[in-house]
């Protein structure tokens, strides 16, 4: 994103839209958003981890989802990549293609950029730059992240050993309900599962390295995940369904949705494997950062993921999760 004073002058056009929007955004590293690139330096012994996610509207997003929780969920659905490699948040940089001729005029984006400012402020972070178009289609955001680590510190997704736990953090598959409320599907009287939805909550803030031994967030849903996992390590993960922690307002909804929770996708939620003795040391990391996390399985020698009853038996999921292609 870069701007000149002739047409933030004139009051119209690309430059004014990003000088209104997004320079109260900007940190020191990004110029003013003036020139053509941001200047940013990585502290010694430090490295950079570096993200980046699209969301595409009627894809990942609905048309009427709000505007000041559309930039937000975007923001931290890159934060909750960085939070599973290990990396705290710094800065990032922002995409936006805009339809012609359709809503988003000025108050909707002053939303927009406002529940932008709301997070900058929560996580630490700060705007750097991007690009902005027009296109004949749907709206398109896309975030680039940078987070900070010690160098050799990452956490990876390869690292899973037989015998080692399953944890998550948080609770599963209440996004992936929400949707359907908001398609008309189910009902959600305390707006939870909505909320979870348009809001994920990025688990930034844990310090786990020497503590688990495999770490990546849950996006595409827990059991397409925990297969990510199993391929890059070379196990297979044993997920045991009763132990999968759930929301009131899921378990509301009858054990009829298991499977869609399990499935679905949307958590940005930490998926976490750690050898037996360590899991006192994980519990601690979770308590002192106040985030809830629970055990839901082993992994074992094999290959994949295997899903178990109450009784032990193995449940086949229709569908292993979100697919693009």
Same mark, same amino acid.
């Given at each position: 994103?870069?701007?000149?004073?002739?047409?933030?002058?004139?009051?119209?056009?690309?430059?004014?839209?990003?000088?209104?929007?997004?320079?109260?955004?900007?940190?020191?590293?990004?110029?003013?958003?003036?020139?053509?690139?941001?200047?940013?330096?990585?502290?010694?012994?430090?490295?950079?981890?570096?993200?980046?996610?699209?969301?595409?509207?009627?894809?990942?997003?609905?048309?009427?989802?709000?505007?000041?929780?559309?930039?937000?969920?975007?923001?931290?659905?890159?934060?909750?990549?960085?939070?599973?490699?290990?990396?705290?948040?710094?800065?990032?940089?922002?995409?936006?293609?805009?339809?012609? =001729?359709?809503?988003?005029?000025?108050?909707?984006?002053?939303?927009?950029?406002?529940?932008?400012?709301? +997070?900058?402020?929560?996580?630490?972070?700060?705007?750097?730059?991007?690009?902005?178009?027009?296109?004949?289609?749907?709206?398109?955001?896309?975030?680039?992240?940078?987070?900070?680590?010690?160098?050799?510190?990452?956490?990876?997704?390869?690292?899973?050993?037989?015998? +080692?736990?399953?944890?998550?953090?948080?609770?599963?598959?209440?996004?992936?309900?929400?949707?359907?409320?908001?398609?008309?599907?189910?009902?959600?009287?305390?707006?939870?599962?909505?909320?979870?939805?348009?809001?994920?909550?990025?688990?930034? =803030?844990?310090?786990?390295?020497?503590?688990?031994?495999?770490?990546?967030?849950?996006?595409?849903?827990?059991?397409?995940?925990?297969?990510?996992?199993?391929?890059?390590?070379?196990?297979?993960?044993?997920?045991?369904?009763?132990?999968?922690?759930?929301?009131? /307002? /899921?378990?509301?909804?009858?054990?009829?949705?298991?499977?869609?929770?399990?499935?679905?996708?949307?958590?940005?939620?930490?998926?976490?494997?750690?050898?037996?003795?360590?899991?006192?040391?994980?519990?601690?990391?979770?308590?002192?950062?106040?985030?809830?996390?629970?055990?839901?399985?082993?992994?074992?020698?094999?290959?994949?993921?295997?899903?178990? +009853?109450?009784?032990?038996?193995?449940?086949?999921?229709?569908?292993?999760?979100?697919?693009?292609?």
């Amino acid at each position: 994103m870069t701007g000149r004073s002739d047409s933030e002058n004139a009051g119209s056009g690309e430059f004014s839209f990003i000088a209104r929007h997004f320079r109260p955004l900007a940190g020191v590293e990004a110029l003013d958003l003036r020139d053509d690139c941001a200047l940013m330096r990585c502290p010694i012994g430090e490295e950079f981890a570096i993200s980046t996610d699209t969301m595409v509207e009627n894809v990942h997003f609905l048309p009427d989802d709000p505007p000041e929780t559309l930039g937000r969920k975007l923001l931290r659905c890159n934060l909750s990549d960085l939070a599973a490699m290990g990396a705290r948040p710094h800065a990032y940089t922002l995409n936006v293609t805009v339809p012609r =001729g359709g809503r988003h005029d000025e108050s909707w984006f002053s939303a927009f950029s406002r529940g932008l400012a709301e +997070d900058q402020r929560r996580y630490g972070v700060h705007l750097i730059g991007g690009d902005t178009t027009s296109i004949s289609g749907p709206l398109v955001l896309s975030a680039t992240v940078f987070g900070l680590l010690r160098q050799n510190t990452a956490l990876r997704r390869n690292g899973a050993r037989a015998g +080692d736990d399953i944890w998550v953090t948080g609770t599963i598959g209440d996004a992936a309900l929400g949707l359907l409320v908001l398609q008309g599907k189910l009902k959600d009287p305390s707006g939870f599962l909505t909320g979870r939805y348009h809001l994920p909550q990025p688990r930034t =803030g844990l310090k786990l390295h020497g503590i688990v031994s495999a770490a990546m967030d849950i996006s595409d849903g827990l059991v397409q995940d925990c297969g990510h996992i199993a391929a890059e390590s070379g196990v297979q993960l044993v997920l045991e369904s009763e132990t999968v922690p759930v929301s009131e /307002a /899921a378990a509301r909804l009858g054990p009829e949705w298991l499977m869609k929770r399990l499935c679905g996708g949307d958590d940005y939620e930490l998926l976490l494997t750690c050898p037996p003795e360590r899991s006192q040391a994980l519990q601690t990391a979770c308590q002192t950062a106040n985030i809830p996390i629970h055990r839901i399985g082993r992994v074992q020698a094999g290959r994949g993921v295997r899903v178990l +009853d109450a009784g032990g038996h193995d449940i086949v999921p229709e569908q292993g999760g979100w697919q693009h292609f």
